[in-house]
């Protein structure tokens, strides 16, 4: 049973462009989202969060929209970057809930970012 | 550099046998999650330890087990390896048993190969 859901394992934009990659979850205890960036031969790194009590939160070129009515987050690059493409992880936690850090993860989105 | 340190890297053993997958965390960082990412899987939350008591459980098998010392490195140990076993094993820290800012520091990660 998957919790939260990345269903485009992969994504191409063209440098300049906006990249999008969604995400969805199921488990309505979720209270903290987080999207995690991993390059390969290494573990991934935090990019940026969002709490429930937010449905919009900017960091840069990096902006985190959230709509939990639908139950569903996207993380939004503009612009996009060849040093961008990476895989994306969307993670989520019921943090104010006393899960003590347990987050869960996604199953990642590639995102190419073609020069 | 994240300043958690996993070894080995790499590690190639057969089924049946055991193996310890060892991880420092950040200096200063009370806790240490581990986390197996297989084939095409996001990261699944195997458990998590707080200044060397056990704080949470995930999928974690019963062949396998972990702890954490007094000097906070933590240790996962694998037992009666089977094919599935293989997986990217990554470990992480943070300084408390929250998220507070939302960030975990991941290592990057021991790949284990079982044949």
């Known amino acids: 049973d998957q919790q939260v859901k990345q269903n485009s394992p992969s994504l191409s934009v063209q440098e300049g462009r906006i990249s999008i990659l969604n995400c969805d979850y199921t488990?309505?205890?979720?209270?903290?989202f987080l999207w995690y960036k991993k390059y390969p031969a290494e573990g991934p790194t935090f990019l940026i969060s969002i709490s429930s009590i937010k449905d919009k939160n900017e960091d840069g070129r990096f902006t985190v929209f959230l709509n939990k009515s639908a139950k569903h987050l996207s993380l939004h690059i503009v612009p996009s970057q060849p040093g961008d493409s990476a895989v994306y992880f969307c993670a989520a936690s019921a943090l104010y809930g006393g899960s003590q850090g347990n987050l869960i993860f996604g199953k990642g989105t590639k995102l190419s970012v073609k020069p | 550099d994240s300043g958690v340190t996993q070894t080995p890297k790499h590690l190639i053993t057969a089924t049946g046998q055991r193996v310890t997958l060892r991880c420092s965390p950040r200096s200063g960082d009370l806790s240490v999650y581990w986390y197996q990412q297989s084939l095409d899987q996001g990261l699944q939350f195997l458990i998590q330890?707080?200044?060397?008591?056990?704080?949470a459980k995930g999928n974690i098998l019963e062949r396998f087990s972990a702890q954490q010392f007094p000097d906070l490195h933590s240790e996962l140990n694998l037992s009666s390896l089977e094919l599935g076993d293989s997986a990217l094993y990554f470990c992480?820290?943070?300084?408390?048993?929250?998220?507070?800012?939302?960030?975990?520091?991941f290592g990057e990660g021991s790949r284990l190969t079982v044949l």
């Open positions: 488990n309505s205890m979720f209270d903290y």
């Open positions: 992480a820290s943070s300084g408390t048993t929250s998220l507070d800012a939302g960030e975990l520091f």
């Open positions: 330890y707080y200044n060397g008591e056990e704080r």
